[in-house]
């Protein structure tokens, strides 16, 4: 068997699909397959099997999985050595890097190390916290970026401080907070929260204030009453003459990315009432707006929402891809969390998980959550297509007209999230102007 084999039954559990696969390696779809075949007939035995219309190894496919990765690690270890030796600014540098990390630190440092060192090829690796540290001990990345809290036990680590961070609390300037000298932690804990993923180590240092600031009425259940990250891996402008790169076209990063944001806050929560958007220079030299944004939502039932995504898939201007993103190049998931029980939503691996709060003997001050059942969609002969099934939905909606039926989203519904996703977009470009959405036309 060959190294080249290897690698490609690498990338094809890695990418979940052929077809993401072959782009990844550069390889027609019909080699990629040809390629797995050849190497199931050396081994005499199957490498991959589809379940539930996932690809996944089989008994054989996992054992060759990790001698592959091995083999695959220690000669890029060996091809960088070399190059080293010669004196070259060659070979590959893969970070592993969390939500906060990829949109606060990786990402707007990917062009600077990119133009300083123009030979060395950069992959980074978005996913969750909590498996960064085993993708390391696995040499599938070469350095992870996370909070000093979440590798305080970590003893097989070298660890390097970068910078730190404070966290910051936003409110609307008529919140009851503003009229306060001095707010304490328990009186800002009062409130409902929207932000990003919190940590455990987060968590377990908050939660006294939680319970403080209960002051008598039923403690807190959580930290967060909205939760959301969105970081994506860029698809549609990995060269400089993309057609989405421009305010013209899409009006900017929101529009490109956030309008679906707007449609499921909207049909979860309520009608949008204000927005305020916040960015940061561009790593992407040839877009016309920033490649990232957050943005709080108001809403007229009086919740508060926060959105956040990246877009830093070619952070080099001359055409290198930097890939931000676990399987498929992004990550979409959603955590909505009521007074009975909560859900957690994976829009790329269909799957939606129900929890409802169990209660706890007398005196806790918090509820535990039970999962219900699992609601999952991953059989879909293509998960990706099945989450963006663009031509799927037209096809439904050119035969509900043809059979005179009304369209599942009214066109009125439709615009209205442009409106506000327009606004999102605006916003930013108003030095994070907070925007009226009560009279949009």
């Known amino acids: 068997m060959e190294l080249r084999q290897l690698r490609h039954l690498i990338a094809v559990v890695e990418h979940g699909s052929f077809s993401r696969a072959a782009e990844a390696v550069h390889l027609t779809q019909p080699a990629l397959s040809r390629s797995i075949q050849a190497l199931e007939a050396e081994v005499g035995a199957a490498v991959l099997e589809r379940n539930r219309g996932a690809i996944e ?28 030796t010669q004196g070259l600014e060659l070979g590959e540098l893969r970070i592993g890097v969390g939500p906060y990390g990829g949109s606060a630190l990786v ?42 809290s979440q590798v305080q036990q970590m003893d097989d680590f070298a660890v390097q401080a970068l910078r730190e961070h404070g966290m910051v609390v936003v409110c609307q300037p008529r ?12 009186e800002v804990f009062s409130y409902p929260l929207a932000g990003p993923s919190v940590t455990p180590a987060q968590a377990a240092m908050l939660q006294p204030l939680l319970a403080a600031s209960a002051d008598g009425r039923q403690p807190r259940r959580g930290l967060l009453a ?78 508060m929402g926060r959105f956040s995504c990246s877009h830093n898939k070619c952070a080099h ?19 909505v969390v009521g007074t009975k029980g909560s859900l957690t939503i994976d829009a ?6 129900v929890f409802h709060y169990v209660a706890q003997p007398p005196g806790s001050n918090s509820l535990k959550p ?52 327009w606004a999102c977009d605006e916003s930013a470009y108003r030095n994070a102007e907070r925007i009226d959405c009560t009279n949009l036309s």
């Open 370 to 421: 039970e999962l219900d059942r699992t609601i999952d969609f991953s059989g879909l002969p293509d998960h990706n297509q099945a989450a963006h099934d663009m031509a799927g939905n037209r096809r439904e909606f050119m035969r509900r007209m043809a059979a005179g039926l009304p369209p599942y989203q009214p066109a009125a519904d439709a615009f209205r999230s442009e409106l506000v996703s």
């Open 226 to 303: 909205v939760e959301c990250d969105h970081h994506r891996g860029g698809w549609l402008n990995d060269t400089p003459s993309g057609c989405y790169r421009t305010r013209k076209a899409t009006s900017g990063m929101f529009k490109m990315e956030g309008i679906h944001t707007v449609d499921l806050f909207r049909y979860y929560v309520g009608e949008i009432t204000a927005v305020q958007s916040f960015c940061a220079p561009s790593a992407l030299p040839h877009y016309e707006f920033a490649d990232n944004v957050t943005t709080l939502f108001w809403f007229a039932n009086g919740a």
């Open 175 to 186: 919140h009851p907070l503003t009229r306060l000298a001095a707010p304490m932690p328990a």
């Open 348 to 353: 790329w691996s269909l799957t939606i998980n």
């Open 57 to 84: 190894p089989t008994d054989v496919g996992r054992l060759l999985l990790t001698h592959a990765r091995q083999l695959d690690s220690a000669t890029r270890d060996l091809e960088r050595d070399i190059a080293l």
């Open 317 to 335: 201007s001359l055409g290198q891809q930097v890939h931000l993103g676990p399987k498929y190049g992004h990550i979409y998931r959603w955590a």
């Open 107 to 148: 990402g707007p440092a990917i062009g600077q190390l990119n133009r300083a060192h123009p030979g060395l090829r950069l992959k980074t690796v978005l996913a969750p916290w909590q498996e960064l540290p085993d993708r390391a001990r696995a040499r599938d990345v070469d350095l992870i970026v996370l909070e000093l």
